[in-house]
């Protein structure tokens, strides 16, 4: 199994960058499809980017499409996400997540993942 730790959370103003990463251990990423979900306070846990183990292809929520980007690093067994153009509804918990294949589409719902992180904290300030 794979165990998943976040960071790069902050602190930032609206129109600013950051660049979460999720460091792997006891396994390869590149064997599962990985996703970033975040979570806001009174909400539910909603998708927003994930890779395919298959292809690599990229999926993401639509209300990060063109700031937000996946991306990962064989080498280090490390998955990122690039996020730009932040804004105060960007605040959330996020968390990394693996998923074993279950095809090669991207999996967007919680169900469909097996390991988590614990998750990084993101405010976006206006």
């Known amino acids: 199994q794979v165990q998943l730790v976040e960071s790069g959370g902050g602190m930032v103003q609206a129109g600013d960058s950051l660049r979460l990463s999720c460091a792997a251990s006891?396994?390869?990423?590149?064997?599962?499809?990985m996703g970033w979900f975040r979570q806001a306070p009174g909400k539910e846990r909603a998708f927003v980017a994930g890779?395919?183990?298959?292809?690599?292809?990229?999926t993401y929520g639509d209300s990060v499409k063109g700031r937000f980007a996946i991306s990962r690093d064989n080498a280090k067994n490390v998955v990122y996400l690039q996020m730009n153009s932040l804004q105060p509804e960007d605040t959330a918990d996020y968390y990394c997540a693996a998923s074993r294949p279950r095809g090669a589409l991207v999996q967007v719902t919680i169900q469909d993942y097996d390991y988590w992180g614990q998750g990084t904290q993101v405010t976006v300030s206006s």
């Open positions: 890779m395919s183990w298959f292809d690599s292809r990229t």
């Open positions: 006891g396994d390869t990423l590149s064997s599962y499809t």
